[in-house]
């Protein structure tokens, strides 16, 4: 299980496959940020959180409205 081997505290440095709420919400809950870059098809709100610089910007995630089936 991807989980097993992250815990509080550890960064995960991912790809943007795992850049999906499920996933996020998951490792934020046990402790674990990560970082990851935006999927491709999901289009960022810039006028929300924090610039850093080119491409480069912090989002506060919210929780979907839609079921995720689980």
Not at 50 to 70: E, V
Request: aromatic share 8%; with cysteine; hydrophobic share 35%.
């Amino acid at each position: 299980m991807l989980f097993d081997g992250i815990g509080a505290g550890d960064i995960l440095l991912a790809n943007r496959y795992y850049c999906t709420w499920a996933i996020i919400a998951t490792l934020m809950k046990q402790g674990s940020p990560i970082l990851v870059q935006n999927h491709a098809q999901r289009k960022p709100n810039v006028t929300e959180g924090k610039n850093l610089g080119t491409r480069d910007h912090i989002f506060h995630w919210k929780n979907p409205k839609k079921n995720l089936g689980g």
